[in-house]
T-cell receptor
């Protein structure tokens, strides 16, 4: 059973550029959630994808967008990068979307992508 | 609304006990607990569902008081490997997301 993988590991961009981060979910999981984690803070929910549809969104502007593919892997796209976008971006896969699944809804996190915006 | 965790940080000697609290202003469907070591991804510890649960995981256990919308994580006879930042994450059935607290940093000294 393959765990959650993310690419790239690290990324350096300049303000105004665009970035795409990728996540492969754990085998059998149809739900992927993306989080932004600033240094010393908890993960902040960006959005969740369930069976290729956006299933919930946090307080992030529209320049944060995503996709989920038929194999349930996912992408996070960020346009017009700002300095405050510098953070660790985590994706997590689960068997069910939030609010369902009961005891079976643990999040399996990937190792993250460290994004630095200069 | 982000759940509130307390304390923000705690330092223990090996073998001592700790309690980490998590409270929410919303009616919750479940509470998740995760531990994150420096430079690593968060790792799942346990989920507690509404209905008032208690769960155990080795020497780490947790409770969920549905009436108070509060959960507590109990670490007994702490080991060096317990060091890290503990996050609670809350789910409410009306929102398709898990909201994480700001974390409690636990340091264990020999």
């Amino acid at each position: 059973e393959t765990g959650v993988t993310q690419s790239p590991t690290h990324l350096i961009k300049t303000r105004g550029q665009q970035v795409t981060l990728r996540c492969s979910s754990q085998s059998g999981h149809n739900t992927v959630s993306w989080y932004q984690q600033a240094l010393g803070q908890g993960p902040q929910f960006i959005f969740q994808y369930y069976r290729e549809e956006e299933n919930g969104r946090g307080n992030f502007p529209p320049r944060f967008s995503g996709l989920q593919f038929p194999n349930y892997s996912s992408e996070l796209n960020v346009n017009a990068l700002e300095l405050d976008d510098s953070a660790l971006y985590l994706c997590a896969s689960s068997l069910y979307p939030a609010g369902r699944g009961g005891s079976y809804n643990e999040q399996f996190f990937g190792p993250g992508t460290r994004l630095t915006v200069l | 609304q982000q759940p509130v965790q307390s304390p923000q940080a705690v330092i223990l000697r090996e073998g001592e006990d700790a309690v980490i609290n998590c409270s929410s202003s919303k009616a919750l469907y479940s509470v998740h607990w995760y531990r994150q070591k420096h430079g690593e991804a968060p790792v799942f510890l346990m989920i507690l569902l509404k209905g008032g649960e208690q769960k155990g995981h080795e020497k780490i256990s947790a409770s969920f008081n549905e009436k108070k919308q509060q959960s507590s994580l109990y670490l007994t006879a702490s080991q060096l490997s317990y060091s890290g930042t503990y996050f609670c994450g809350t789910e409410d059935s009306s929102a398709s997301k898990i909201i994480f607290g700001s974390g409690t940093r636990l340091s264990i000294r020999p």
